[in-house]
């Protein structure tokens, strides 16, 4: 939550990690990290047209790698996809409408 301009400590620990995992090219996907709730990163970018979740920090750049062979599955789904679960990366979830 930002509160007059000042990010809390966890905030600002999520955005070091992404911006380390950025300078490492290990950010795979170019988009918006929504980190209001630090428990669940969500992850929106135009290619992939739906919001990703990405739980905690923890792994993700194990989770994004994950992200291209899920989204090849999600675009054979015969109903449209509303999101894309990576919380527990081993075991990705297509949740459909």
Do not use: C, M
């Not at 929504?34 to 290619?47: Q, V």
């Not at 047209?49 to 994950?66: I, R, T, Y």
Request: glycine residues 6%; proline residues 9%.
């Amino acid at each position: 939550r930002v509160k007059k301009g000042k990010l809390s400590p966890e905030h600002l620990l999520l955005l070091n990690q992404l911006n380390a995992l950025y300078q490492q090219k290990q950010l795979p996907i170019q988009g918006v990290y929504n980190l209001s709730n630090p428990e669940n990163l969500i992850l929106r970018a135009p290619e992939i047209g739906v919001p990703v979740w990405l739980g905690k920090a923890e792994s993700l750049s194990v989770k994004l790698g994950l992200l291209q062979p899920v989204l090849e599955i999600s675009r054979k789904q015969p109903k449209p996809v509303d999101y894309i679960d990576l919380r527990f990366w081993k075991h990705p979830v297509l949740k459909t409408k």
